[in-house]
């Protein structure tokens, strides 16, 4: 029998923005430097850039960061840094990393980071992630103020 998968909630309280003068743009920028992006196989279902060994282990419970499209590690470096310098991040103890970075490419499509061993490794946030409206909204807020 298929194994039924429940979307994810956003009512996670780490899953939650940093306040938006949590760090100036300054301090963003150097957060901004010191992140890393390592990827997983268990988010992807094309091999890319990334040089996984399988290249790919999709988890059927797994969201992909390549769903629509195939992200080079170079672009999702560079979605992680730019969500770090927006300010689209948890809230982290200094000296520390926030678990979650937030940001939202081109087309539209809302990303989350999660910090792991050796660094970042992210996925889209699917339609039926209530979270990804929230991380559009406030993309919007502090992205593109008016």
């Known amino acids: 029998m298929a194994r039924s998968v429940k979307p994810r909630r956003g009512n996670n309280p780490k899953r939650r923005f940093a306040p938006l003068d949590r760090l100036d743009q300054r301090e963003r920028d150097q957060l901004a430097s010191r992140l890393g992006y ?34 080079l590690k170079g672009e999702a470096e560079g ?21 979650y970075v937030w940001s939202v490419d081109s087309d539209g499509e809302a990303y989350e980071a999660v910090v792991g061993r050796g660094g970042y490794h992210g996925y889209r946030l699917e339609e039926d992630d209530d979270f990804r409206d929230r991380v559009l909204r406030e993309w919007q807020r502090r992205c593109n103020p008016r």
């Open 38 to 71: 390592i990827g997983s196989p268990h988010h992807k279902r094309h091999p890319g850039d990334y040089g996984f060994n399988p290249p790919v282990s999709p988890r059927p419970f797994k969201s992909v960061c390549d769903g629509k499209r195939v992200v």
């Open 79 to 99: 979605l992680l840094r730019e969500g770090a310098r927006n300010g689209m991040f948890s809230d982290f103890r200094d000296g520390e990393l926030p678990k």
